[in-house]
């Protein structure tokens, strides 16, 4: 096989850089000055910009202490204690989280958890995390068709011209509006409503900052497109930069109608905690970190060509990136002194031939894997 085709999956890489001197696909007339930036709110929520304290806030900086008097509202568990889950990003290795998921209800141990965050792909399986077991099947169907799916037909040749992507988010977005329906959305606002948070990542491009989005806040609120809104959130927090296509999210500042363009909550951070780390959680808390993608390296032998060398480099590049926000957490857990678990892939599962999009084959057998990884309770790190 050519090494052009072998490379296929890395060669997004190689578009964005040629692609630097050209215009984005995106016609963008109404982005938001950034004098006003901070200022920005989304129509119809509150008047309050962005993390203010004044009504009922559906976003808030993700890299940035929550204001004076500012709470999330947390409510403990009928046990007592506080159970908090958080989904990473990780593409196609998100069949992994789900099934662990699956296997955990199957193991008769999984918890009602009271606050659930989701990024990424991560952001895709938090929503049926946060309503429960009785959503498993529909994670099952929903993650089932993704792996059933035809890869996209990528277009290398639109982005060298100037295209915001290479690939459609048709069946991203086919996935996540059958999980965020009017019925899931209005659960999701039953259960904001009794202390339950269930919280999104993305990343403000424009601002160049993490962005955390409460959904059952939104989910609760009387924004008249709130469906479309969760959608869209969701849409934006898988959008893998040059591979699909960012988000316009419309908002408002001094009076007038602007957008954000908003792409993978990953690039900015592949753990989504709280906006002052784990500072609010209450000390009785339990943390379950199902981490989609591996953390130990793996060692194999690299060929002397500048595209075997990039596409070794670059998943080596995202798996330090990911050991990195795990170093932090591990660290805000040490200091909270709040119990914590931590699941991953191991490092001897066989990677996908198609590193971009996997295949039926392989993400089934993830799958299954996570599945068996949820039954036996495979945390690999614990304190």
Known sequence: MPIALRSLAFLPMLVLALA??????????????????EIAAVPGASRAPIGASEAMPIRYWGDEPLKEGQSFGFTAGADGSL???????????????????????QSGNRPEFEVVTGISVGAMI?????????????????????????????NFVAALFGSSS??????????????????????????????????????????ERPVIWDIGAIAASQIPDRLELVQKIILAS??????????????????????????????????????????????????YVVYNGAIEPTAKPVNVSS??????????????RGRSDITILTNAVER???????????????????????????LSALYQYGVESGQVGAWHRTN
């Open 20 to 37: 630097g001197c050209t215009t984005t696909g995106e016609t963008r007339t109404s982005a938001v000055p950034e004098p006003i930036a």
């Open 83 to 105: 159970d908090y889950l958080s989904l990473s990003g990780g593409g196609i290795n998100g069949a992994y989280g789900a099934g662990f998921l699956v296997g955990w209800t």
């Open 126 to 154: 938090a929503p049926l995390a946060f309503l429960g077991p009785a959503y498993d099947g529909h994670l099952q169907a929903v993650f089932g068709t993704l792996a059933g799916s035809k890869s996209p037909n990528l």
């Open 166 to 207: 290479i690939a459609s988010n048709a069946q991203v977005l086919g996935a996540i509006r059958s999980i965020i329906t009017p019925e899931t959305l209005t659960a999701i606002g039953r259960e904001h409503a009794k202390g339950r948070r269930l919280l999104i990542g993305t990343t403000n491009l424009d601002a």
């Open 238 to 287: 898988t959008a893998v930069p040059g591979v699909y296509p960012p988000v316009l999210i419309d908002v408002r500042a001094a009076g007038l109608e602007f957008d954000e363009l908003h792409v993978d909550g990953g690039v900015t951070q592949q753990i989504v905690l709280l906006p002052d780390g784990l500072q609010s959680l209450p000390r009785n808390a339990d943390l």
């Open 307 to 320: 595209l075997s060398i990039l596409e070794r480099a670059i998943p080596t590049l995202l798996k330090y």
């Open 336 to 362: 909270s002194g709040i119990s914590y678990r931590l699941t991953a892939i191991p490092a001897d599962f066989p990677p996908p031939k198609d590193q971009l999009f996997g295949g039926q084959e392989w």
